[in-house]
C-alpha cells in the first residue's frame, strides 16, 4: 500500500511535535503561549526577589527606632520555656540583648543568602535554550500520564486495565477475554501528543509483538472500535508508522461480521475467532443500542479512506439510511433498536449513557467531511432541536440540565456521560442554522452545570448521576450515583469551551479538576476512581480505566495548552479523544474508489 498523501512520514522515525499533514499548519518556531507564561513567571519572581530584597534586608529606620528604645515593644521575644503568650515575653532583658541582636544577625545573613541563591537560580533558568524551557514545562504538564503510564508499565503491562492498588492487570467483558492492551492502544496518541516518545516507542513495540486479534474472545463492537480503531488510526495519523494503520485494519475485519443481522444494524458484541455476534441481555427486547451502532462512522470512514475499500464505508451509510426512514417520537431516537425487527424497542431517550456519541457522531461525521456532509448535519439539528425542547430544561435554582426522555415523561436526571455535550453544542455552533450564539450560550450553560455538580460535592469531582427534584439540584441522591471513575466528559466541555472562548474559569474549573484527582484519586500504584464523592474519607475503586490516559489527562493538557495543538479545523476528535484528520474528499468516492491510499 502506499502512503496517503495526507500524511506528513519520516520512515522509522516518530516526527517532533509537527501533527499535521503538510497543508497544515506547522508547529511554530516563536514559543507558545505557556512557555511565555512561564518565561513572564521567571521574569515576575526575580522582580519579586528584588521587592523582597528592598523590604526585608536591614533598614536604617528600624535602627533608629531601637535606638529610640522602641525595640522591646516592636520585635516578640519568644521565651523558650513560657511561650510567646506571655506578656513578659516582649521584655527585652539585659543579657539577652546581645543573643538577641546575634540572632537578627544571622536572620539576615540567610534572607540575604536565600535571595543570593534564588537570584543565581533565576539568571540561570534564563540562560536555558528555548528547547530546555520547553522540555521543563513539558514535564511538569505530563506528569500524571507519566505516573498513571509508568505503573502500568510494571503492573500491568499487555492486560487490559490496571488496577491501582493491588497492583495488577485488570479487565471488563467489553474487552473480551484475551489481554489486549488496551490501555496501551488508548494512551498512544496521548503519549504522542506530550511528547513521550520513549514511552510511545514501546507501547508500539508492545503492539508489534504482541497485538493479536485472532482470538476466540468476545468483545463490545463499539468499545472496540472507539478504542482501538480510533486509538490505532490516530497513532497512525500522528506517527505516520504503518504498523497502526495495519492492525486498525485487522481488527475492523474481525468486527464486520457483526454486522450480518436481517436489518444490517450491528450485534451489541462479536466473538473475533467465529464471528458470532449478540446483543447484551440487559438491553430491551434484544436491542441493539443507539450510541454504539451509531458510533461507528468516524472511524469506518477512515478505513474505506486508508484502503480504498468501500466495505466500510457502505456499512455505516446503511445504518444512517435506516435511520433516516424511521418514524421518530417527537422527533427523538429512542436508544434501543432491535436488529432483527428494524423496531424501536423501549422509548428511552438519552444524551447521557445509551444515547450520547450517536449525536456526537452525526455532527463529527460533517466536520470530518470539511462541513460537507450536509445530510449529517441536518440530521444532527434535527435531533438536537428536539432534544432542546423536550430534555432540556432548567431547574429552579437557574441551573441548564438535560434530563432522560422515558415512555413520555421526563425525568430530571442528567448523567455525567452527558456533560460532554457542552463541548459538543459550543462545537456545533459554527455551522447552526442562524443559532451559533444561542449554542455556544447552551453549551457554557451546560459547562456551569457540569462544574456545579463537581463544586457541590467533599472531594470537588463529580457523581455519576445527578438529579433536580426540589431542593436537590445537581446532587446525587442515590449511594450507586456518588462514584466518580476518572471519566472525562466534564474536562472534554471545558477544554471545547475555553477554545471557543477563552473564557478564563475553563482553565481555573479544570485546574480544580487537576488538584482534586491529584489528591484523591493518585495512589501510589496510579490513579484509581473513588466510591463515593460526598465522603471526605472516599474508598477506591482500584481500577485505572484506559479511557483516563486517553481523554482525561489529554483534555486536561490540551486545556494548558496554545490553540495551535491540534487546530480545531484540521482535527476532529473520535468520542475517545482519539484525533483524526479532516478529510478533503473533493475526488474521491468512498463508496467504490478502487484506488488505494
Ligand atoms: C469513553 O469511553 C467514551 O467517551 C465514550 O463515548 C463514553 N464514555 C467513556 C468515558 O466516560
Not at 526575580?46 to 515593644?73: M, N, Q, W, Y
Not at 484523591?520 to 490516559?549: E, I
Amino acid at each position: 500500500m502506499t502512503t496517503p498523501a495526507l500524511l506528513p512520514l519520516s520512515g522509522r522515525r516518530i516526527p517532533p511535535l509537527n501533527l499535521g499533514p503538510p497543508s497544515f499548519p506547522h508547529h511554530r518556531a516563536t514559543l507558545r503561549l505557556s512557555e511565555k507564561f512561564i518565561l513572564l513567571l521567571i521574569l515576575s519572581a526575580f522582580i519579586t526577589l528584588c521587592f523582597g530584597a528592598f523590604f526585608f534586608l536591614p533598614d536604617s529606620s528600624k535602627h533608629k527606632r531601637f535606638d529610640l528604645g522602641l525595640e522591646d515593644v516592636l520585635i516578640p521575644h519568644v521565651d523558650a520555656n513560657k511561650g510567646a503568650k506571655n506578656p513578659g515575653a516582649f521584655l527585652i532583658h539585659g543579657p539577652d540583648e546581645h543573643r538577641h541582636r546575634e540572632e537578627e544577625e544571622h536572620l539576615r545573613n540567610k534572607i540575604r543568602a536565600d535571595h543570593e541563591k534564588a537570584l543565581e537560580e533565576a539568571k540561570e533558568k534564563l540562560k536555558k535554550s528555548r528547547e530546555e524551557i520547553r522540555a521543563e514545562i513539558q514535564t511538569e504538564k505530563n506528569k500524571m500520564m507519566k505516573h498513571a503510564w509508568d505503573n502500568y508499565r510494571i503492573y500491568g503491562w499487555g492486560h487490559n486495565e490496571l488496577r491501582p492498588i493491588a497492583k495488577k492487570g485488570h479487565s471488563t467483558n467489553i474487552f473480551g477475554s484475551s489481554q489486549m492492551g488496551a490501555t496501551i492502544v488508548d494512551a498512544l496518541d496521548t503519549l504522542y501528543i506530550m511528547g513521550l516518545h520513549d514511552e510511545f516507542r514501546d507501547g508500539q513495540k508492545w503492539i508489534e509483538d504482541n497485538l493479536d486479534f485472532s482470538v476466540n474472545s468476545e468483545v463490545s463492537v463499539f468499545e472496540v472500535n472507539i478504542r482501538f480503531i480510533g486509538g490505532l488510526l490516530a497513532a497512525y495519523y500522528l506517527s505516520g508508522e504503518e504498523i497502526f494503520k495495519i492492525k486498525a485494519v485487522q481488527l475492523a475485519e474481525k468486527l464486520l461480521p457483526a454486522f450480518n443481522t436481517p436489518t444490517g444494524i450491528p450485534w451489541a458484541m462479536v466473538n473475533l475467532k467465529s464471528g458470532v455476534g449478540r446483543n447484551w441481555g440487559w438491553a430491551s427486547a434484544g436491542s441493539s443500542i443507539l450510541a454504539e451502532f451509531g458510533t461507528l462512522h468516524m472511524e469506518f470512514v477512515h478505513l474505506s479512506y486508508l484502503t480504498g475499500d468501500p466495505v466500510y464505508y457502505k456499512k455505516v451509510m446503511h445504518i444512517r439510511k435506516l435511520l433516516q426512514k424511521m418514524e421518530r417520537p417527537n422527533g427523538l431516537y429512542p436508544n434501543y433498536l432491535n436488529p432483527r425487527t428494524g423496531r424501536w424497542g423501549q422509548y428511552h431517550t438519552s444524551v447521557g449513557g445509551l444515547g450520547d456519541s450517536f449525536y456526537e457522531y452525526l455532527l463529527k461525521a460533517w466536520l470530518m467531511s470539511d462541513k460537507t456532509d450536509h445530510e449529517a448535519r441536518k440530521m444532527y439539528d434535527d435531533a438536537i432541536e428536539a432534544i432542546e425542547k423536550h430534555l432540556i430544561k432548567k431547574s429552579r435554582g437557574g441551573l441548564t440540565f438535560i434530563g432522560e426522555w422515558k415512555n413520555g415523561h421526563l425525568e430530571k436526571k442528567m448523567g455525567h456521560l452527558a456533560c460532554f455535550a457542552g463541548g459538543m453544542f459550543a462545537l456545533g455552533a459554527d455551522g447552526s442554522r442562524d443559532k451559533a450564539g444561542h449554542y455556544l450560550e447552551l453549551g457554557a450553560e451546560i459547562a456551569r452545570t457540569c462544574h456545579e455538580s463537581y463544586d457541590r460535592t467533599a472531594l470537588k469531582l463529580g457523581p455519576e448521576s445527578f438529579k433536580f427534584d426540589g431542593a436537590v439540584e445537581a446532587v446525587a441522591v442515590r449511594q450507586a450515583e456518588k462514584y466518580y471513575i476518572l471519566r472525562p466528559e466534564v474536562i472534554e466541555t471545558y477544554w471545547y469551551l475555553w477554545r471557543f472562548t477563552h473564557d478564563p474559569r475553563y482553565r481555573q474549573w479544570g485546574w480544580e479538576a487537576t488538584l482534586a484527582i491529584e489528591k484523591y484519586c493518585r495512589v501510589s500504584g496510579g490513579f484509581s476512581g473513588v466510591k463515593d464523592v460526598y465522603s471526605s474519607t472516599p474508598a477506591h475503586d482500584d481500577v485505572q480505566q484506559s479511557f483516563f490516559l486517553a481523554e482525561t489527562l489529554k483534555y486536561l493538557y490540551l486545556l494548558f495548552s496554545g490553540d495551535d495543538l491540534l487546530p480545531l479545523d484540521h482535527w476532529v476528535f473520535n468520542t475517545e479523544a482519539h484525533p483524526l484528520p479532516v478529510l478533503h474528499l473533493a475526488n474521491t468516492t468512498l463508496s467504490g474508489n478502487p484506488a488505494v491510499r
